[in-house]
């Protein structure tokens, strides 16, 4: 389906530069829209018009004239699709989905696969959901046709799900855009790593819309540059401004060139060269230069099989055991699995000879597309790219053990690497700390026409693991619960949950936050352990942190006290802030529980008076608990005036202002959210929790005379990774 798009990338050029240049030359002339003739057209004429533009490959110019035809025919179920494919070939994947939704709805019968591709236009967007309901509905509405195609629907549905999961529970990585002195509004890929100081890729450079024509070729096609690394600055991974890789003469003004690649020993230099021809075909071959004497000598097509058929490109050279391989994409025909395929041939660098090149089998290539070949004769893993496989949006990443002919583990790199976009040209540093390079549409890139149209660099930091690792027990006995779900809430309020059979949990962090670790089970509440990874750097190992959680009965729930406040005053106390942060801690902690907030006065002033001014004290208490993060839903504020007193307002016939003090209070009762809404402990009413169980079990009151530890750790003294 995109065939055209998925060529142009393999030629290092994007999807907007125009394959036939003749016939672009003409139908570009009128770029200017108040000096366009072709406005004026009637409709056919413009439809013959944007129909041709759409057959060239023009699509950006094509959609803006099934735009103009659309404002006269506004339900054409034609125009409506031509603007959903024009959109889905530019990948700009919003519009496209919003097309192909209303091209089934006014012509489900004509276009029943629109449901299909609105659902891969939703799943590139990252709706993950929404994609899988749509796919869904294609295969129920489609029962007795369309059968490889629903096969392929159930297997992006397996995408998503994988996706979803992915993104939950992502790779400990940071993908960072290679910066503007790398990237243009054009394509950019194939990089390189010249050690850790540079990178070799592939790019046209440029940041406007061009007009491909044969007298300004030198603009559009692709070219070898080269970008250091920036030294003696904060930002990592910073490159200057890219320059013309001149080592060899290589670069040509009149073909795309790509996809450098050098022997192990250095000495040979293999790229692709690719040309357009008749028809909006574009055909990639393999050259190599050897470095003799000084030099670079002339490049040369490379032959005994490798470039015999069909387009051959992305090579890439490598150690596999004692044996040297070329790898390499080819769609060629014969013993093709499908589209393109990842295939290989041993060298022999004694006599510069290549045998017949073999595919990688079916252990990696798929019907569809297996391209951007890269082995890692340190691990000894191939890593690729393809639509194939279960992927989470387009292209993925994936990797394979073994090599050349036999592989296993097939793996899919997963969230951040692979994203809802595509994915190409996955490659690692050569020396040092792991960190790659890839190639990716994802949003961020920067963008000549929508925020997904083109091709970036980007740098994949690879950062130190950190786990939290540890168990949920019992208080009293130190015994693991079962089935018990650990949780834990990072700085920013993320949740994560780990539904644990047996007590234990194990929890990846980031650098740079600090998490809250809980349990939950029904009857229980829970302690909270504390790990911070602030100070742990990029360059520091892996690391794992151990914690416990303790768990009780509801009982030893929570008790708050010391919420005061001055005479005539409904504002806080400074001394009862930490009452009730320990309370919002309690709260976030078991977010099974509820409270009802009990404020009071003291003896002086009328019944209505102290009523509402009691109103405004448990209104503050409501206020400060939704501002650090506790729902309202969970609080109820209900004034008692100066009922309930807890000590004599006066003594001995006069004043007594410290009883009046202690009047003038908040306490709360805490109890559950379920519908029976069961009384736990009542902090207005004489007794301790304990006393409270005694005497109030017959109503299913309970209590407790002890305030729940806030923090809770064991383990590792010695990790970087700081426990509290």
Known sequence: MRKNWLLLVLAIAFITVQLDANAQQQKDRYRNKANDPVRSFPYYKKLRWADGLFRAGSYINAIDYYQQLKTEQPRNPYLTYQLAECYWFTRDYVPASMYYNEVYALAPKLYPEAKYKEAVMLKMQGKYDEAIHQFNKFITDNPKTYKKLKIRAKKEIDGAKMALN???????????????????????????????????????????????????????????????KQKFVEDVDSFQWALKFNDGNFNNPHVHVGNGSYSPGGDRFYFSKCSEE??????????VSKFEGEQWSEPELLGEGINESGSNTQPFVAKVGKKEILFFSSNRKLQSRGGYDIWYSVIDPR???????????????????????????????????????????????????????????????????????????????????????????????????NPTCCDD??????????????????????????????????????????????????????????????????????????????????????????????????????????????????????????????????????????????????????????????????????????????????????????????????????????????????????????????????????GSMDEQSKNLQVDENSNDDSETDSESTTGNPGSRVNKR
Request: hydrophobic fraction near 30%.
């Open 166 to 228: 992915t993104i939950n529970d992502p790779q400990p990585v940071t993908i960072k855009n290679a910066g503007p002195n790398v990237n243009s509004a054009y394509t950019e890929s194939a990089p390189y790593p010249l050690g850790d100081t540079a990178i070799l890729f592939a790019t046209m450079n440029q940041n406007n819309l061009i007009d491909a024509d044969k007298s300004n070729r030198g603009d559009y096609v692709s070219r070898f540059m080269i970008a250091r």
């Open 457 to 686: 660099i980007w740098r994949v930091q690879y950062e130190p693991r950190l786990m939290v690792m540890g168990k949920v027990v019992t208080r009293d006995g130190n015994v693991p619960l079962q089935d018990v779900v650990a949780k834990m809430v990072d700085d920013k309020g993320d949740l994560k949950t780990y539904n644990s059979a047996d007590g234990n949990f194990a929890f990846s962090m980031k650098r740079g936050h600090t998490y809250v670790i809980t349990g939950d089970k029904t009857g229980l509440s829970s302690t909270r352990a504390t790990v911070n990874t602030m100070d742990v750097k990029r360059t520091d190992p892996d690391d794992t942190a151990y914690v416990t959680v303790y768990m009780e009965e509801i009982v030893n729930a929570f008790r708050v006290s010391n919420i005061y406040y001055d005479y005539d005053k409904a504002s806080l106390r400074p001394e009862s802030i930490a009452s009730l942060d320990s309370l919002v801690n309690f709260m976030k902690d078991n977010g099974s529980l509820s409270v009802e907030i009990y404020s009071y006065t003291d003896g002086k002033g009328t019944s209505q008076y102290n009523n509402n001014l009691s109103l405004k004290r448990a209104e503050a208490v409501k206020q400060y608990l939704i501002q650090s993060g506790v729902e309202e839903s969970r609080m109820i504020a209900k004034p008692l005036g100066m009922s309930n007193p807890a000590a004599p307002n006066t003594s001995g016939g006069g004043d007594n202002p410290q009883g009046r003090q202690l009047n003038r209070r908040t306490e709360f009762r805490i109890v559950t959210d379920v519908p029976t809404r069961r009384v736990l402990f009542n902090s207005a009413k004489p």
């Open 351 to 449: 006599n510069n000879t290549y045998r017949r090149p073999q595919n990688a089998g079916k252990q990696v290539n798929t019907e569809m597309d297996e391209v951007t070949p890269y082995y890692d004769s340190r691990v000894n893993k191939l890593y690729f790219s393809s639509n194939g496989w279960i992927t989470m949006g387009g292209f993925d990443i994936f990797s394979a053990d073994g090599g050349p002919s036999r592989y296993q583990n097939i793996t899919n790199l997963g969230s951040p690497i692979n994203s809802p976009a595509d994915e190409l040209y996955y490659i690692k540093d050569p020396v040092g700390k792991p960190d790659a390079y890839l190639v990716s549409n994802r949003v961020g890139s920067i963008a000549l026409t």
């Open 278 to 287: 008749d028809s909006a075909k574009i055909i990639c071959k393999i050259f």
